[in-house]
């Protein structure tokens, strides 16, 4: 078992290639502040070790895509949502781009191999940006293709994770129908070609949150915090959902 060296470190993305390989993101406060990137083989033991443009810079998440690695993180601080395409053989970076307002930072990145679907969130944005949620979609070379959000006006609203179904584009997260209720379970669907929003669903499960969801053989799954309790919600198409409790 690998371990690391650093003494205070955060591990906050991890994801593997087609051959098998580990892709590990994490920041660092000694000896000095840094965010760095690494890949490791499936013995875990190390590749290559890379540190981002910035030690401000963060990754959340991330996917491999041939050779490139695409990630989804932000510039902590300075409230701007970062993505990098790097290369998977030594970490070199191959472009860098920055979304700002109406996000923080990026906190989801999926693909279905030919563009990037980016979900952000704006927690310390402004009372507006939190009446949405937000998602962006890039090609591969970096260039912005689409900005939805998601036009149901809540409050507090935020995406924690998305994933792809389909032709459609479904991010899960939180929001609140007003100011100072109760925030509940949201579901927002959009178009991949477009980012129009489908449809948006908002449970009736208060002080509750999505705080993942994934598509596996054919059928979503979203996982969320009801009080003491991690529930597994399967949907349905349009948006109906069977709940099993753990």
Same mark, same amino acid.
């Given at each position: 078992?690998?371990?690391? @060296?650093? =003494? ?21 406060? !000694? ?9 490791? +083989?499936?013995?875990?033991? =190390? ?5 981002? !443009?910035?030690? +401000? ?17 932000? @510039? ?21 781009? @920055? ?66 179904? !389909? ?80």
């Amino acid at each position: 078992v690998q371990t690391c @060296a650093l =003494p205070i470190y955060q591990t906050l993305a991890t994801t593997t290639d087609q051959n098998g390989d580990i892709y590990i993101a994490w920041s660092s406060l !000694e000896p000095a502040k840094t965010s760095k990137i690494g890949k490791f +083989d499936t013995n875990g033991e =190390p590749l290559w070790e890379a540190s981002l !443009e910035y030690p +401000d810079h963060t990754i959340f998440d991330m996917v491999v895509i041939d050779d490139k690695i695409y990630t989804a993180g932000g @510039a902590i601080g300075y409230k701007t949502g970062v993505i990098y395409s790097l290369s998977a053989d030594d970490g070199s970076i191959h472009w860098k781009s @920055a979304q700002s307002n109406p996000i923080d930072y990026f906190i989801d990145i999926e693909t279905d191999g030919k563009a990037l679907y980016l979900s952000g969130t704006s927690h310390s944005i402004s009372r507006a940006a939190l009446n949405n949620t937000h998602s962006y979609k890039y090609d591969l070379d970096g260039k912005q293709i689409w900005y939805s959000k998601s036009n149901h006006y809540g409050s507090q609203s935020e995406e924690y994770g998305a994933t792809i179904f !389909e032709n459609q584009l479904i991010s899960a997260g939180k929001t609140q129908r007003a100011r100072n209720s109760a925030s509940g379970n949201f579901l927002v669907s959009r178009d991949l070609e477009t980012g129009k929003v489908q449809w948006t669903k908002l449970s009736r499960d208060w002080v509750s949150k999505f705080v993942d969801i994934v598509t596996y053989k054919g059928t979503v799954y979203a996982a969320s915090i009801e009080g003491n309790s991690a529930v597994i919600h399967e949907l349905e198409k349009r948006s109906e959902e069977h709940t099993s409790e753990l």
